[in-house]
């Protein structure tokens, strides 16, 4: 990962040279008039116009000392129309062309403070990878960047606007390498002492072990976790930002927190209803929600962030064994409602359950937001370019969807209502946890609600969303840590003092 820097406007000595420039501008003119004009005539030659996502590459080119590898130009789209998240965006189209140089110098004087952090946001958001299991990686392959150094006329703004979203990365880059790490390293009780590593951030954590679960209620999370070898935890995590603790930590009024709840199916083989083997791989990420949680968590903890929030996160194995729940048991959970189990596939929803029932009644939060992969139902509705969201208030779905449209990380709010419900009617338990085939993502979530106890709540289901088969501007293939920023942003937004 490179590291970054805020320097006064000043052409580089050596490595690459980075122009932002939007429609209808020239490059920089300091660059262009030391190129002999060559940046404009190739930019010209190459019909580069500036609009948005437009690169264009210049090798070699002809400046004083001969020793700038390459200029990278990169299209803004309209002057005066450049959001932070199109800033971004630049940063992350720029370093997935400059891999292979060690050092880059970033022009961005044209930018507000502000958007010329959120270029260095994206370069790094873009530049993050996992290669801690690539021992035979030959050094010629392995990306050279090493430092960014990017220019301003205001260093302390930049500087300032800077800080808070590196910690925002460092909880995007912590969520994408929970969710990365293979199953035979990430377990529960493993998962559960990672988050621990927030407490030096400030960060409350208390880890809930088989016992303290049992203690609880909390029979649909056990049922889940009893086929495994490895026991289910169940992880809470405070933040204190805004003072008024009360209740659990939180309180009923002014100091009541925001909660957060991840579903953390640490692998998921579908239990007793065995999901078929091709693919199976990759449920390794079923554990995405929680993982987005937790980076949340740090987030939040690492900027400061005026508000207080708690995060909660089940964590469980779903293996098929002689001791593996069956379709057909009926568990109790931890609000008293009955379960009839129909198919241990539908596994996440029980796990949030228990949690959200947990969460509100020992928090009493302002609202309960949950994140799950939790259907392929809703992959089949949304493909791969926005999670679907359920939502029983239309301030918060307002909220959450403008959160999304900002940072890239969009949602699109599905129905819930009353004829879904129906479908998960059981003949001899309060309800089951399938619905059938139609509206599978639907009833996934009236099943999760009945939960809620008529609480403010909102229901994501990121299954699409959670890992990505190809690279985007600010996500590099691979884990996405979806949800982080746009939960930041939500909480930034709207919630802070």
Avoid at 12 to 31: C, D, F, K, N, S
Avoid at 39 to 44: D, E, G, P, S, V
Avoid at 205 to 227: C, D, N, T
Avoid at 298 to 323: D, Q, Y
């Amino acid at each position: 990962m490179p590291e970054f820097a805020f320097a006064k406007p000043a052409l580089p000595r050596a490595g690459a040279l980075v122009l932002l420039i939007a429609e209808g501008e020239m490059p920089w003119q300091a660059a262009d008039t030391a190129a002999g004009g060559g940046i404009t005539r190739a930019l010209k030659a190459a019909e580069f116009t500036g609009r948005k996502g437009q690169t264009c590459t210049i090798l070699a080119p002809a400046m004083p000392g001969g020793t700038i590898s390459r200029v990278v130009a990169i299209g803004l789209g309209k002057a005066g129309e450049v959001t932070r998240l199109g800033a971004e965006e630049a940063g992350g189209a720029a370093a997935a062309l400059l891999a292979r140089e060690q050092h880059a110098t970033v022009a961005a004087q044209g930018l507000t403070p502000g958007l010329a952090a959120s270029v260095a946001t994206g370069m790094a958001l873009r530049a993050w990878r996992f290669d801690r299991y690539r021992t035979m990686e030959k050094e010629t392959d392995k990306p050279k960047l090493a430092k960014v150094t990017v220019l301003t006329e205001d260093l302390a703004a930049a500087r300032a606007a800077h800080a808070p979203m590196a910690a925002v990365v460092d909880g995007v880059f912590l969520s994408r390498e929970l969710v990365a790490e293979p199953p035979n390293v990430l377990f529960p009780a493993e998962m559960a002492e990672r988050c621990r590593r927030l407490e030096p951030l400030g960060v409350k954590v208390e880890i809930l072990g088989p016992k303290e679960l049992r203690k609880l209620g909390f029979g649909a999370l056990l049922g889940v976790a009893q086929g495994s070898a490895h026991e289910p935890r169940m992880v809470v995590m405070q933040w204190h930002g805004a003072g008024g603790r009360g209740k659990g930590g939180g309180g009923q009024k002014e100091g009541a927190p925001l909660a957060f709840i991840g579903k953390g199916v640490t692998f998921d083989t579908g239990g007793i209803s065995i999901k078929p083997a091709a693919g199976m791989e990759d449920m390794k990420w079923d554990m995405a929600g929680a993982g987005a949680v937790v980076g949340l968590m740090a987030a939040l903890a690492g900027r400061k962030a005026k508000v207080n929030a708690v995060g909660l996160v089940g964590l469980v194995e779903n293996m098929p064994s002689g001791a593996a729940q069956r379709p057909g048991d009926v568990v109790k959970t931890a609000s008293g409602q009955t379960v009839e189990v129909i198919n241990t596939d539908a596994e996440g929803r029980l796990v949030l359950a228990d949690v959200l029932w947990y969460c509100q009644q020992r928090f009493e939060p302002r609202f309960m937001i949950d994140l799950a992969t939790l259907t392929g139902a809703m992959i089949i509705a949304l493909g791969h370019e926005c999670a679907g969201f359920f939502s029983n208030d239309d301030a918060l779905s307002k909220q959450l969807h403008e959160a999304g449209e900002a940072t890239g990380e969009k949602l699109w709010r599905m129905p819930l209502g009353e004829a879904y419900d129906k479908q998960i009617k059981s003949d001899i338990a309060d309800m089951k946890n399938v619905g059938g085939r139609p509206g599978g993502a639907i009833t996934a979530a009236q099943f999760v609600q009945r939960f809620v106890n008529k609480k403010t709540w909102a229901h994501l289901d990121i299954a699409g969303m959670a890992w990505s088969s190809k690279d985007a501007p600010c996500v590099p293939k691979g884990a996405t840590a979806f949800g982080v920023r746009l939960l930041d942003r939500l909480v930034a937004d709207h919630y802070e003092k």
